[in-house]
């Protein structure tokens, strides 16, 4: 026989209250969850969408890397996993809803980081589209500046180059331009017979080097991206400007104070089944200290010739990369990113004065899929230069769309 | 006995020949069909449609919808552009501007730049001719012959 205490009585008192949260917690889940599923039965015939997968496998010769962590260094040859992203997006009138998701393989000797972490969300957003002249994005997506990252940023397999310039790296691989923009952005287009003016401006979280995150403003400073364009299709001509304030910990427990002012313009010709020309240039100039740095990159591409539809694109690729000495944003980055508050870097160079040669070539084999070859060569100053031979593999496949 | 072999092998070079004939005339039947087939095909002409009620679209329109850069059509309908399987390469030369491939690589462009929405895509003539009817902002590719018999709105007819 049992018999009810007064702590049992209370122990069951606290489970019965846990499993009623339980059910009502199951209850309400159900209902919202019938409620959206017959929101979307009701409504199917007005929402639009597509989902897609898109990835690159590969493998490069690195001519001479350097893993501090294991005292290693030399030439090495690696197979590369790769990327793999899921892309998503819903329209319901005027509303509208983006997700974009990458699985990436970390890299375990740079990195001590949980699995989990190799899957988050690269862009997520919802829209709404006033108008033509005024779309409202809330959430994360690309910073505003230039052509080349907010375009092609992650389909690799579409570029006609296999590595990115290194001025349009993202911030955790040492890139100097504010990427993810994760806050409001206000865009809109109008037309001019085929040609389309345009705008977008953004209030982001600071500095994500030194003063955000995908969650947190640490610092209480705003980022300002903005850019007016003309393009037609997927040629444009862009003047970006940006205002990035933030402050940069030092070891005595102070902070250096920093005011980047952000200049770009971009250049791009886009045809397809022609020249591809893509010019872009930044100035980064830091208000405090009084110096600037920067720096761009030009990739040209064509076809030279088709065999049963497979196109055959060789390209050439240049970029560099300069600052003048004090300033603290770019001197600080370029020490590595032990010093700096991001915990994880890509094997390569980073934030290094540079040239940079490429060369290589494209064969697109159907809309879908592409393999690319390629050599990229950094001439590093102050330091052993490096090169990389590639062979990547590209795909990207749609799953719906209505 | 020799007279026997002799008409034997007579007949049977006759029956030879009768089936040497036969197969002639049904492989001459064959050819000719499948040319006739091949050129009724070759010489079909397709139109791009809309709903009776729809507004004239010029060719520079409907290649800024289907590229994604137009969203409304003249009158301030939502447009939906719709491509039917096995849309002809014309099309895309003469709307488009440029190649069935190209066009393709250019729409994976603009989604994972988190673009527009391609148009959407329709397994047969009858679901493309039944969208247009119900949507007055929808636009499709179909037969000349068909898209007459239904009563559609012809914009462009392409050869």
């Known amino acids: 026989m049992t018999f009810l205490t007064k702590e049992t009585f209370c122990m069951k008192d606290k489970i019965t209250f846990k499993f009623s949260i339980a059910i009502l917690r199951r209850v309400f889940l159900n209902a919202l969850f019938s409620l959206i599923f017959f929101s979307i039965s009701a409504r199917a015939q007005e929402i639009e969408g597509y989902m897609f997968l898109y990835g690159e496998v590969g493998a490069d010769y690195i001519s001479d890397v350097e893993i501090p962590s294991l005292g290693k260094r030399g030439g090495n040859i690696a197979f590369s996993l790769g990327t793999f992203d899921i892309i998503a997006k819903i329209a319901y009138g005027k509303a509208e809803g983006f997700v974009e998701i990458p699985i990436t393989p970390l890299n375990t000797l740079y990195v001590e980081a949980p699995i989990w972490s190799s899957i988050w969300f690269e862009r997520f957003y919802f829209g709404y589209n006033f108008s033509e002249l005024f779309s409202l994005k809330i959430g994360g997506t690309y910073g505003a500046m230039g052509y080349l990252t907010r375009n092609w940023h992650r389909a690799y397999y579409l570029m006609p180059i296999v590595r990115r310039p290194i001025i349009t790296n993202a911030e955790d691989e040492g890139g100097v331009l504010p990427l993810y923009a994760t806050g409001v952005e206000a865009s809109g287009e109008t037309s001019i017979g085929e040609f389309r003016p345009g705008y977008i401006f953004q209030v982001i979280n600071g500095n994500y080097h030194f003063g955000s995150d995908d969650f947190l403003d640490y610092d209480k400073e705003r980022t300002f991206l903005g850019k007016i364009y003309i393009r037609r299709y997927l040629e444009e001509i862009g003047i970006s400007l940006g205002y990035d304030p933030f402050r940069i910990p030092t070891d005595e427990g102070e902070s250096i104070y920093v005011q980047n002012l952000i200049a770009g313009l971009n250049l791009s010709y886009v045809k397809l089944d022609g020249l591809i020309g893509l010019a872009e240039v930044f100035i980064i100039r830091d208000l405090q200290s009084k110096t600037q740095g920067g720096g761009g990159f030009l990739i040209l591409s064509y076809p030279i010739f088709y065999a049963d539809e497979i196109e055959f694109r060789p390209f050439l690729q240049f970029g560099f990369m300069d600052w003048q000495e004090g300033n603290p944003f770019f001197e600080k980055l370029n020490e590595g990113a032990e010093e700096v508050r991001l915990n994880y870097v890509s094997v390569g160079p980073g934030t290094v004065k540079h040239f940079e040669y490429a060369g290589g070539i494209r064969i697109g084999i159907s809309p879908n899929f592409a393999v690319k070859l390629g050599i990229n060569y950094y001439d590093i100053r102050d330091e052993k230069d490096l090169y990389y031979i590639s062979v990547r593999a590209g795909w990207g496949i749609p799953v719906f769309g209505r | ?159």
């Open chain 2, 1 to 159: 006995m020799e007279k026997i072999k002799k008409t034997y092998i007579s007949e049977m070079r006759k029956g030879i020949r009768k089936l040497f004939f036969t197969f002639s005339l049904l492989a001459f039947g064959m050819l000719v069909s499948s040319l006739a087939c091949y050129f009724s095909a070759y010489a079909q002409e397709f139109a791009v449609v809309a709903h009776p009620s729809a507004p004239d679209i010029p060719i520079e329109e409907l290649k800024k919808i289907y590229l994604g850069d137009k969203k409304n059509l003249p009158d301030g309908t939502k447009v939906t552009p719709t491509l039917i399987k096995g849309t002809p390469e014309e099309f895309f030369q003469k709307v488009i501007g440029m190649g069935k491939k190209q066009f393709f690589q250019y729409w994976m462009i603009r989604i994972v730049g988190g673009g527009s929405i391609p148009p959407k895509d329709v397994e047969s003539e009858e679901q493309a001719i039944n969208l247009i009817r119900e949507n007055k902002g929808a636009i499709g590719i179909v037969s000349v012959d068909r898209a007459k018999k239904e009563g559609l709105k012809i914009l462009i007819v392409i050869k």
